[in-house]
Nanobody
Framework: QLQPVASGGGLVHSGGSLRLTCAPSRHTLEYYTLDPYAIGWFRQVPGKEREAVSAIMYDDRPAKYSDSVKGRFTISRDNHENAVYLQMNNLKPEDSGIYYC????WGDGTKWSDPTEYEHWGQGTSVTVSS
């Protein structure tokens, strides 16, 4: 089944930028396209619940952002590249965590911040922002 994998994390200073990528795992025998999926980005730090960051729908509906990242993060998708990106600018220490992407087939964004709406999850990528 589809396994969306997040990559691109790293260690940056406060105010820096990173671009995360979500793409189907290459370790499956079948090819999966992200075209029919809404893709959500979530982050989690130890001891806290998984927090919704952003989501992009499978169609032209507006993307979603949490208040904490609005104006700093931009989500986009490239169907030709079969990937979804999260451009993170002006990073703050509180943005640190493990970032996961998840897929919701035909997701319309109504419950974009609810992790249970997403059927497919994969490995996350670590983001550390130093002050």
């Amino acid at each position: 089944q589809l396994q969306p994998v997040a990559s691109g994390g790293g260690l940056v200073h406060s105010g820096g930028s990173l671009r995360l990528t979500c793409a189907p795992s290459r370790h499956t025998l079948e090819y999966y396209t992200l075209d029919p999926y809404a893709i959500g980005w979530f982050r989690q730090v130890p001891g806290k619940e998984r927090e919704a960051v952003s989501a992009i729908m499978y169609d032209d509906r507006p993307a979603k952002y949490s208040d904490s990242v609005k104006g700093r993060f931009t989500i986009s998708r490239d169907n030709h590249e079969n990937a979804v990106y999260l451009q993170m600018n002006n990073l703050k220490p509180e943005d640190s965590g493990i970032y996961y992407c998840a897929a919701d087939k035909w997701g319309d964004g109504t419950k974009w911040s609810d992790p249970t709406e997403y059927e497919h999850w994969g490995q996350g990528t670590s983001v550390t922002v130093s002050s």
